[in-house]
């Protein structure tokens, strides 16, 4: 079956502006959790989505959002764009929150100029 | 802060056991650990994951000592392929996994 899938993989912004993040989990997966990579930070936990609730969230400012609709796709923003933002996106999903193991997209890598 | 300590990088000739180590001495008794692999410019891959007893799946084996303070991954004969970037994750709960820095495993020929 599918994997997780990720639009767009690559996208270029300049700072101040927003982006939207798109992320179709597997089949049958009701959790999708997102994850930010950076050379110096590594890879950092932003938030989870089970059943279009949030159900964790990471340490990042509230300039990070996301969202789950009722299909389980999820999307995830992030306005007022910063250099700092620069970095690859990862989406995850699984089964459900708590259960079993996460299967990651290739992620959406956004530069910021 | 990851709970978990890793080497920053090792190598392994191709067709041996790559030897994995991992320290997690913080590690609660419900907290299972976890394996994935990031291949360059990949997502990580979900490899194996275990709570006490060793594990064997395709892709590796899982010892944890009889303490579960630490770990080792066994890839029984890597390949080229398996060159890549493992990290050792205690997972706490839901799916927020905090990964450390990893260990670079570097297969050569």
Redesign the interface.
């Given at each position: 079956k599918a994997g997780?899938t990720q639009t767009p993989r690559y996208l270029i912004k300049t700072r101040g502006q927003q982006v939207t993040l798109s992320c179709s989990p597997i089949s049958g997966h009701r959790?999708v959790?997102w994850?930010q990579q950076t050379p110096g930070q590594?890879?950092?936990?932003l938030f989870?989505y089970f059943s279009e609730t949030q159900?964790?969230k990471?340490n990042f400012p509230g300039r990070f959002s996301g969202r789950q609709f009722s299909n389980s796709r999820s999307e995830m923003n992030v306005s007022t764009l910063e250099l700092g933002d620069s970095a690859l996106y990862?989406c995850?999903s699984?089964l459900a929150?708590?259960q079993g193991?996460?299967?990651?997209?290739?992620?959406s890598r956004l530069t910021v100029l | 802060d990851a709970k978990t300590t890793q080497p920053p990088s090792m190598d392994c000739a191709e067709g041996r056991a790559a030897n994995l180590p991992c320290n997690h001495s913080t590690i609660s008794g419900n907290e299972y650990v976890y394996w994935y692999r990031q291949i360059h410019s990949q997502g990580p891959q979900y490899i194996i994951h275990g709570l006490k007893n060793n594990e064997t799946n395709e892709m590796a084996s899982l010892i944890i000592t009889e303490d579960r303070k630490s770990s080792t991954l066994i890839l029984p004969h890597a390949t080229l392929r398996d060159t890549a970037v493992y990290y050792c994750i205690v997972r706490e709960y839901g799916n927020k996994l905090v990964f450390g820095t990893g260990t670079i495993l570097r297969v050569k020929s």
């Open positions: 997780v959790s959790s994850y590594g890879l950092q936990f989870e159900r964790n990471g990862l995850a699984s929150w708590d193991w996460l299967f990651f997209g290739e992620g | -």
